[in-house]
């Protein structure tokens, strides 16, 4: 089983681009899954307001049903959504076919790069994706910082988390110390496929990787744009899988609080025998 890791620009404002970029990689390469940055299909933008959707829509996403169709290829490509509230929500989504799956990002972020608060709605509802007897949970960005959705994961069979981002290199270093925590932790591979380019004001770090189970990188790609064809053997996934152990769960909910009693130093006492 083949899995391609696409690190690639988004270019903001020219789906259009983007689309017929992804397609080039799609048509030219065989391959069971495609994997695309976070917000990939729109470029990075900091006003997700700014997004044509219908356009984008007609540009990109009804052509991606179509080419996964035509090609047989999952395609996982991060892209935001437009609720029917009015609401916005980062997204992954999954192409299989004709059909469109659509995994919400749950931990919003808000720093010197952008406020995602300010742009979306949180989602909440894990997602995990089958193909050829493996399975694949979803994340996006800082969702692989919860440690509870990791356990969930490797918990309920999953045999891998695919994780896609749009960070700058400075967040991937601490990002990808805790991506390769996870990793050893849940005793369960990471495929982390981050975005490249300045289409947002900011260097997007690129860097992605493949991390397997002891933490250690399998494939990595450089800062610009990348592509890494991971090759899976699906009976040693498996085994993996079936030799993870359960992590413990530890209950804290009883507890010690002790209040620390403040007291006056004595100026007269005698002085420390050790430093005089």
């Known amino acids: 089983m083949k899995v391609t890791l696409v690190q690639s620009r988004g270019i903001v404002g020219d789906t259009k681009v983007n689309y017929f970029k992804a397609k080039m990689r ?74 469109t799956y659509t995994y ?54 999953t045999d891998m988390i695919i994780c896609i981002s749009a960070l700058t290199a400075e967040q991937m270093e601490p990002f990808m110390k805790v991506a390769r925590a996870r990793a050893i932790e849940f005793s369960i591979p990471i495929l982390v496929c981050n975005m490249t380019g300045n289409d947002s004001g900011v260097e997007m770090g690129g860097l992605s990787a493949f991390i397997g189970i002891d933490g250690e990188y399998i494939e990595s790609c450089t800062s610009g744009s990348d592509v890494r064809e991971i090759r899976l053997d699906p009976e040693e996934i498996k085994a993996q899988t079936a030799a993870r152990k359960s992590i413990p769960k530890f209950d804290l909910s009883d507890h010690k609080r002790i209040e620390m009693e403040t007291v006056e130093a004595d100026p007269n006492a005698p002085a420390c025998p050790l430093f005089g």
């Not at 089958?130 to 069979?157: K, M, P, Q, T, W």
């Open 104 to 157: 919400a990002k749950m931990a919003l972020r808000a720093d010197n790069v952008t406020d995602e608060t300010a742009n979306y709605v949180p989602g909440s509802e894990p997602m995990i994706i089958s193909r050829n007897g493996l399975s694949f949970g979803l994340a996006v960005g800082h969702d692989i910082l919860i440690s509870d959705l990791c356990r969930f994961y490797a918990e309920n069979g």
């Open 26 to 99: 799609i048509s030219n390469v065989e391959s069971d899954i495609f994997v695309f940055p976070e917000m990939y299909m729109s470029g990075y933008v900091k006003d997700v307001k700014s997004v044509n959707f219908p356009t984008m829509k007609t540009l990109a996403i009804d052509p991606l049903k179509e080419l996964s169709h035509y090609s047989g290829a999952t395609v996982i490509c991060g892209c935001p959504t437009k609720n029917e509230d009015d609401t916005y929500s980062d997204c992954a989504l999954v192409f299989d076919g004709r059909k």
